[in-house]
């Protein structure tokens, strides 16, 4: 069931950036963590990066550590992930989730209660 909306996808070229956005679609949710998710085509959908309630606490799949930011405006009901130095391999749907009551960081997508429905991440070698 999606209630979270993804902006900010599209096509770049290898070393270019992208900011995605992440905000709730129609509801209000109380505390809740958030999470970066992808997919592409015939693999498995595998965690990117994840951030607290407050902001304060983030983690990071490896293979974005030092390239990708995670930070959320909590007047702006809004996530962000800030995208840099990207490679082909980063192409993808990336979806954000949200865990509700949740103030700590997740890298489980199973323990996630919502998802939005995706924005696609092509990046051209």
């Known amino acids: 069931q999606e209630q979270l909306v993804e902006s900010g996808g599209g096509l770049v070229q290898a070393g270019g950036s992208l900011r995605l956005s992440c905000t709730p679609s129609g509801r209000t949710f109380s505390r809740y963590a958030v999470g970066w998710f992808r997919q592409a085509p015939g693999k498995e959908r595998e965690f990117v990066a994840a951030i607290s309630w407050s902001g304060s606490n983030t983690d990071y799949a490896d293979s974005v550590k030092g390239r990708f930011t995670i930070s959320r405006d909590l007047a702006k009901n809004t996530v962000y992930l800030q995208m840099s130095s990207l490679k082909p391999e980063d192409t993808a749907v990336y979806h954000c989730?949200?865990?509700?009551?949740?103030?700590?960081?997740?890298?489980?997508?199973?323990?996630?209660?919502?998802w939005g429905q995706g924005t696609q991440v092509t990046v051209s070698s």
């Open positions: 989730a949200a865990r509700v009551g949740a103030s700590a960081v997740e890298t489980s997508r199973r323990r996630y209660d919502y």
